[in-house]
């Protein structure tokens, strides 16, 4: 299986580069790399699903968008998310459904995606993104 | 990559990259440091970022960043921006996720030598009796038109609460709310991420700190701020939590837009911005007076519940257990000052990211009793080494727009940390320097830990040989909780 994420070096904060064959991937590794680092979900309990649906202006907007929404989601709900299946995928609109559980143990507070140097880039192999979360 | 030989040397102390060296500049950049903490600024992205702010309509004069200057996002953490109200810009990258996030100190009449032999018991009552660590909710629940008093009346909302006294006011910057907060500018979710975590510390770099002012430079001052040699004092650094990242998460999405309406054009999005004098421009100032009112209020109720357990464990021991506070300010804001520029009186707006205010004597809003000697400049170092105390200075007005450096800043980046240092042993190493220690989590701890930080003395060093603020007493920590 082709790598998801990692996580790159940055004083302050955090930073992760993402990666995805398409760009419905793209996005969907991104939520799975920032909750791998952020939490872990409780798989004894009932699943709990959302939707998301989002518009933004570009890709880059709306990849910011997505991934604060998730925060949103996982610090007023009290759930970590581990599956991400995008629906619709354009530069103007997000449709998401997305499964997890209820929060087990958190081990990082990220608490909002920057538009930091933040581009979404294609390589030979897909795209990739590179995103600085304050913590 | 911005490289030492692109800075030229103004004065001992005082580096600008002129606008000469990019073409999107309008103003230089100015970094304030030793040539050591020049080099270490070299290591990051921090001076890039510094560049990009001088690309922003309307600054003023220089951008500049403090000694302990390091990487952020949009501008580097230590930036400060000054922008005319007239034809600037505010931008709430530039004042960062975490609004308000700033520091207090409380002063007592206790001898440090009494309570040391107690510290462990000390620090394990505030952890359990100061709510911390990850995303932890507090015991304030605020209903929706609670949520809007806190919003608009910050510290006062807390103080008409019972915790803490009017004395607590008069001693806290903009007496603890900012003018021109408007609830209505702040989203139903941001208000939501803020309904039950006042009175909650966080994570990261939040600490409450049971700390003895090692010694004093300055008679004077320090009488004038109460505070002797052997004192017990107690440090709280914490900020507006969910409230006040969802306030800049919603500004920096929202005012993406308002970039191509005004035609501005920027070297990174996260510098987003708006006129400050446009309806846009409005809107963040009054959401962000708001967050900065939440944030006030929280360390306003963090402080009450400190009182109430250094109350508790010292009964018996000592006394009088009042605990004053000398001084709470922030350190992420954008205030309206005026300063002199062309020899004019000119109203700007000063983004302050990771830096303090440090009016020097008469200046307004200072507190009476401090009118004559300066505000108090509080820079938190790290856990291991020491804190200082210094007062703001008439030489901050003509150099930095009033503004000195917030702590120690980072040089190694936390997955560096967590790499090299593990939280157990660090908690050990501590412990045999009679520092007490507890957090939320090991890695957590490790990523605090002092090796992760610049030296404070040498920081400290900078902005007292510049003449921006003086230092009137260094402060060593006893006893810490980390979130």
């Not at chain 2, 003895?212 to 109460?226: C, L, N, P, R």
């Not at chain 2, 007076?289 to 009450?304: D, E, F, I, K, V």
């Not at chain 2, 400190?306 to 021991?317: I, K, Q, S, Y």
């Not at chain 2, 989590?441 to 930080?453: C, I, T, V």
Request: hydrophobic share 40%.
């Amino acid at each position: 299986m082709s790598k998801k994420f990692e996580e790159i070096e940055h004083t302050a904060d955090l930073a992760i580069k993402a990666y995805g064959q398409g760009m419905r991937e793209l996005f969907a590794n991104a939520a799975y790399g920032m909750f791998a680092l952020m939490a872990e979900p409780s798989l004894e309990e009932p699943a709990c699903q959302r939707e998301v649906s989002l518009e933004a202006t570009d890709y880059e907007g709306l990849l910011v968008d997505w991934l604060n929404e998730l925060i949103y989601l996982h610090e007023v709900e009290g759930e970590t998310y581990s599956q991400f299946i995008i629906e619709t995928l354009s530069p103007a609109k997000l449709k998401a459904h997305v499964t997890g559980g209820p929060t087990k143990s958190k081990t990082k507070a990220i608490k909002a995606a920057t538009f930091h140097e933040l581009k979404v880039v294609k390589t030979g192999s897909g795209y990739e993104a590179t995103i600085v979360f304050d913590v | 990559m911005v490289n030492k030989q692109d800075f030229k040397k103004v004065e001992e102390y005082v580096y600008e990259i002129p606008k000469s060296y990019r073409p999107d500049m309008r103003v230089p950049a100015r970094l304030y440091a030793d040539e050591e903490l020049l080099e270490a600024a070299l290591g990051d992205r921090s001076l890039k970022q510094l560049v990009n702010t001088a690309t922003l309509p309307g600054v003023v004069k220089y951008t500049l960043a403090m000694p302990d200057i390091h990487q952020g996002y949009g501008p580097p953490i230590g930036g400060v921006i000054p922008s005319r109200t007239s034809t600037g810009v505010i931008s709430p990258g530039a004042v960062g996720y975490d609004i308000n996030c700033g520091v207090r100190l409380l002063r007592s009449n206790i001898l440090a030598e009494k309570v040391k032999p107690i510290m462990d018991d000390i620090v394990n009552a505030l952890f359990r009796g100061v709510p911390s660590g990850v995303g932890r909710s507090g015991d304030i629940r605020l209903s929706n038109r609670q949520m809007n008093d806190v919003l608009e009346k910050g510290s006062a909302w807390a103080v008409s609460q019972g915790y803490g006294t009017k004395d607590d006011l008069e001693h806290t910057e903009e007496r603890g709310a900012m003018a021109g907060a408007d609830s209505r500018k702040v989203s139903g979710k941001a208000k939501k991420r803020g309904s039950s975590q006042l009175g909650t510390l966080g994570s990261g770099n939040h600490f409450v700190e049971v700390a003895e002012v090692e010694e004093v430079y300055d008679q004077e001052v320090a009488d004038a701020f109460g505070l002797f040699e052997g004192q017990m004092v107690v440090w709280v650094h914490s900020g507006s939590r969910g409230l006040g990242h969802q306030v800049c998460t919603d500004y920096v999405r929202d005012l993406q837009q308002a970039v191509h309406k005004y035609g501005i054009e920027l070297p990174d999005r996260e510098l987003v911005c708006a006129p400050f004098d446009s309806p846009e421009g409005r809107d963040y100032f009054a959401a962000m007076a708001c967050a900065a009112n939440y944030a006030w209020a929280n360390r306003q109720c963090l402080a009450h519940r400190a009182r109430l357990v250094l109350d508790d464990v010292l009964a018996g021991l000592v006394k009088d257990r009042e605990l004053t506070l000398v001084y709470d300010l922030t350190h992420n804001i954008a205030k309206v000052e005026e300063h002199p520029i062309d020899g004019k009186p000119t109203e700007l707006v000063i983004h302050r990211k990771g830096a303090t205010r440090a009016f020097g004597p008469g200046m307004p809003g200072l507190p009476a009793d401090y009118r004559e000697v300066g505000q108090p400049v509080l820079i938190p170092g790290d856990m291991g080494t020491a804190s200082y105390v210094l007062v703001g200075t008439a030489e901050a007005m003509k150099k930095t727009f009033g503004t000195s450096c917030h702590g120690a800043g980072r040089v190694m980046s936390r997955r560096a940390a967590k790499k090299k240092i593990r939280g157990q042993e660090l908690q050990q190493e501590l412990e045999e320097k009679g520092i007490v220690v507890r957090g939320g989590s090991m890695a957590g701890l490790a990523e605090e830990a002092p090796a992760a930080y610049k030296d404070v003395d040498r920081v400290v060093n900078v902005v007292h040989s510049l003449g921006i603020a003086r230092k009137v007493a260094r402060v060593v920590p006893l006893g810490v909780i980390k979130g």
